[in-house]
């Protein structure tokens, strides 16, 4: 048995790096999957792939209903909702504040923050309504990032919209520790994604160049891998993980140490 057979997980931004490791990671313990993602094709695809029971919505994570849309498909699908992993986001373009273009920072807030505050809004009363009937609680794993912990030099709106999150995060599982919802943020440093491969192709130098660039304050120096995130993510959503809760965990190589 795996650690997750049979639970009804849900995962927003499911096509990306991180959310299809996650997927996969989670469908090997034996979840039951509630997969979205703004590209239908490719979240189609993931959800071909996976050896488990999958629903899928496409959606953008920046309009509400489509948080509300989803918890309704986990109920009607599987019954419930066990954990959610509120991953979708974007990254800004990676310039000083002043050069930021104001539709921008809007919709890094919109998705990244606000996405999340959605999600949120609508798993939480799902959650809490399955504790009172059964006494089984849930877990939701917010993807933050190490740029929500401190200053990101040059990622100043993603950097605020992820300090958000860890403070939606931290927020919420006070308000729900004694409800039987555990809720924690996972604060990853650059991970070899899509995110990080366009930064090697818009820095126009060779990669091992920019990816040491990138790395430079990274004490093992290196970007994560996404199975390492994967495994922190499972880490934090597994039932047997069970007092731990209101937890920003930052998987930075170091970062954080300095």
Known sequence: MGRFDGAIVLITGAAGGLG?????GFAAEGARLVLSDIDEMALTDLATALQTETAILAGNIAEEKLSEDLVSLAVEKFGGLDVAINNAGIVQSFVRLPHVPSDEARRVLE??????????????????RQFKATGKGGAIVNIASAAGLSGAPKLSVYAAAKHGVVGLTRSAAVEYASKGLRINAICPAHTRTAMVDSFVRGSGAP?????????????MKRVAEVD??????????????S????????????VGAI
């Open 243 to 254: 007092f731990m809760t209101g937890h920003a965990l930052a998987v930075d190589g170091g």
């Open 20 to 24: 299809r490791g996650a997927a996969r």
């Open 228 to 241: 390492e995130i994967t495994t922190a993510i499972l880490f934090a959503a597994d039932p047997a993980n």
């Open 111 to 128: 998705v990244d923050l606000l996405g999340v505050f959605y999600a949120m809004k609508h798993q939480i009363p799902q959650m809490e």
């Open 207 to 219: 990669e091992a160049e920019a990816l040491a660039e990138l790395t430079r304050g990274v004490p």
